[in-house]
């Protein structure tokens, strides 16, 4: 009898021994670009020691569990985590606490965001818009800082408004005889909405209101609003409740809030920029923005927590990709192994631009980070010391902050989106599981694309002053500074000169990083022709700045990736880096977008060719042998990573069949509703369930 085509059982898949074959003789150190990826080694060190503690911690710790949890178990277990990490607030200093939310916010991003709230936005605003005088107050004296007294959250949206921050309606009229501000929400629009701790958890509230003075609206301005008292019930005229199941993250008690004039002090107000005397006297602030810097934070975070959650999940479909055999080679023999699915040409394409991805975001999250803390505190210091040339320098770097912060926002949440889903179809049936993680992970993640602005929002309102950078610099003579200060340079490149003109070049990071830019020169110029032919109306030119938007992501994320990889002391890693930047700019940026780049004659259709049938798929093959190490150095262990299917030692089908029979017991062999199935299946048959009268008999009994 042939047996030809017949499985083998003589030997049981074994995953694990492949991917610690890649892990043999490695050209990497993981260590060591962990140093990288995480900015010195210092820091790499501390996020090694918190994850170790969170790991042992038995509260804050996390297993397959988690994928079974109703609403209400999500929200005690969150509720719970948070008081464990209180007793971390008082032991931290307030950089390593803010790792410790990083981290959390990696595994159990619901934890993470519900605190966040309290300490992040809560606490931001108040930093951004209050005196010193009252961020003391707010934060130490009644010690929201240590998760104590009182907590707080974040009143910006509302049911009506939401990236129109302008537009929000709540009102705060001055009462001068009383010396109050009235909040007050006129209609079922200007209700708050999606207010994450609002439902449950929050005693205060900063309020964005429009400020009413005499009868006269100053806009909007920030107030701190008490939502319950010592004892945690509501305050006269506050009404609150629950929005619902949301699409993830139920572990949050986001909700909406009504105010029927709620009467504040006047010293409620915020008051750093925008100042209400006992007279009822109006101080407007220098730039009316800067009531949003609560947002910078937010969006700075987003972009550190889209490296993270990249590294995690492109980490689960490589180590899967390398462990799971599938199909035999058509060139093989009968005896032949079945092909792992890393070494198959199209699924390193699908995954190792991912690989690369996270790379590149790292540096620009460290970038990031670094800039919005110095700019903030160089604008404190000048508003403390009344130093107006200080301001006003301060107010630039806020404007070029806000450009950054929005496109890296918008555009690392949209990759990263991507990347989620797109690792979980690398991993075929059993990425749909929600052992996996890809599933739940998903859904708690994508709502980063439009809270603290939506990302379409976001890209068009940071074209809009690029394209007027452009037309100051072509009418005036501008010199533009910051990381847009290559726009002063348009004027020598309103052309249609390419600056890529072979596949080679696309090795040199430096002349594809000016490529990004002699693009975005050349689309802002268009964009600025179209808006003067059409009076100034930028609405004509929606579609040119959401592209603007996400190129000077790219610009930003690719720029300090290579200067990252220029300053760095371990020259064994940059033939590494350099190939995964290569990767990055040719997949994520020149392929994505070769239309406009051609468009605009940057690239030369012989080198869109090139790159895709070999660039692409050579910097692949080069990065392939090295791709189990390159994730390995994400440092991510397998509390953190909380993937049946990904972890480090690789045994994907015992650790899979183990996690379901944890979860799922054999033992119990009948469900719940085993009794209606039952019944079912039992039911009488249909003539008795007739009663007999559709029978012969009855027929002719009925038919005399």
Same mark, same amino acid.
């Given at each position: ?45 501390? *996020? ?55 981290? *959390? ?289 301060? *107010? ?103 600056? *890529? ?204």
């Amino acid at each position: 009898m042939s047996t030809k085509g017949v499985v083998s059982y003589s030997a049981a898949p074994n995953p694990a021994a492949l991917l610690q074959k890649e892990r043999e003789n490695p050209s990497v150190d993981p260590v060591k670009m962990n140093y990288f990826l995480e900015g010195s080694k210092e820091r790499s060190e501390l *996020i090694r020691s918190i994850v170790q503690q969170m790991e042992r911690d038995p509260v804050l710790a996390t297993n397959a569990s988690y994928y079974h949890m109703t609403k209400d178990q999500e929200r005690e277990l969150t509720a719970l985590k948070i008081g464990r990490l209180a007793s971390y607030v008082e032991t931290d200093n307030l950089d390593d606490f803010q790792r410790r939310l990083s981290i *959390i916010g990696l595994f159990d991003p619901q934890v993470g965001t519900r605190l966040g709230i309290n300490l992040g936005l809560f606490l931001s605003c108040i930093r951004g818009n209050g005196t010193a005088e009252q961020l003391q107050y707010w934060a130490f004296h009644k010690e929201t800082v240590y998760i104590k007294g009182i907590y707080g959250c974040f009143g910006m949206t509302e049911m009506a408004h939401g990236s129109n921050v302008m537009g929000l309606e709540t009102t705060a009229t001055f009462d001068k005889e009383n010396d109050e501000f009235i909040i007050n929400t006129p209609h079922i629009g200007a209700t708050k909405w999606w207010i994450g701790g609002a439902a449950h958890s929050s005693t205060h509230c900063t309020v964005y209101a429009r400020l009413i003075v005499d009868g006269e609206d100053y806009g909007v301005k920030t107030f701190v609003v008490p939502l319950r008292d010592a004892d945690h019930n509501l305050m006269p005229g506050v009404t609150v409740g629950d929005i619902g199941p949301k699409m993830g993250r139920d572990g949050i008690d986001n909700g909406w809030i009504q105010f029927s004039d709620v009467r504040i002090p006047r010293f409620f107000m915020l008051q750093k920029f925008c100042k209400v005397s006992r007279d009822g006297d109006v101080t407007l602030p220098p730039l009316e923005q800067l009531a949003y810097s609560a947002l910078l934070g937010g969006r700075v975070m987003m972009v550190l927590d889209s490296y993270r959650m990249s590294a995690r999940f492109v980490t689960v479909a490589l180590r899967y990709a390398v462990g799971r055999r599938q199909f035999k080679p058509s060139d093989g023999s009968e005896e032949s192994l079945e092909t792992q699915l890393i070494d198959y040409p199209l699924h390193q394409r699908r995954l190792l631009p991912y690989l690369a991805q996270s790379y590149v975001i790292s540096a620009a999250a460290l970038k990031l980070e670094t800039t919005i803390e110095n700019t903030l505190n160089d604008l404190d210091a000048a508003v403390e010391t009344d130093d107006l040339d200080g301001i006003m320098k301060s *107010i630039d770097d806020m404007k070029s902050l806000f450009i950054d912060s929005s496109s890296l926002k918008a555009t690392c949440t949209w990759l990263t989106a991507e990347l989620i889903d797109q690792c979980r179809q690398t991993c075929g049936g059993h990425g749909y599981s929600s052992y996996s993680g890809f599933g739940k992970a998903y859904n708690d993640w994508v709502v980063q694309c439009t809270w603290e602005g939506d990302n379409t929002v976001l890209c068009i309102s940071i074209g809009k002053p690029l394209v007027k950078h452009v037309m100051a610099v072509i009418n005036d003579g501008k010199v533009v500074k910051g990381s847009s200060s290559f726009l002063t340079d348009v004027k020598d490149y309103l052309n249609d000169k390419p600056v *890529i003109t072979s596949v080679s070049d696309l090795s040199d990071l430096r002349k594809v990083l000016r490529a990004i830019e002699v693009l975005l020169m050349r689309l802002c110029y268009q964009a600025s022709t179209v808006v003067k032919v059409n009076k100034g109306n930028f609405d004509y030119v929606g579609g040119e700045m959401l592209v603007i938007g996400k190129l000077k992501a790219h610009h930003y994320m690719l720029k300090e990736f290579i200067e990252r990889v220029e300053s760095i002391e371990d020259k064994s890693l940059v033939p590494h880096l350099l190939n995964l930047g290569r990767l990055y700019g040719a997949s994520h940026v020149l392929d994505k977008f070769s239309g406009d780049f051609l468009a605009y004659s940057v690239l030369t259709t012989n080198v869109v060719s090139e790159m895709s049938g070999y660039f692409i798929p050579d910097m692949c093959k080069a990065i392939r042998p090295h791709c189990i190490m390159l994730s390995d150095s994400f440092q991510q262990s397998d509390m953190l990573i909380n993937s049946s299917i990904g972890n480090y030692d690789g045994n994907i089908y015992e650790n899979y069949f183990n996690t379901v029979k944890t979860n799922n017991p054999p033992s119990n062999m009948k469900a719940p509703y085993s009794a209606k199935f039952e019944a079912l299946l039992n039911r009488a048959s249909k003539e008795i369930r007739d009663r007999g009268e559709k029978s012969e008999e009855a027929a002719e009994i009925l038919s005399k």
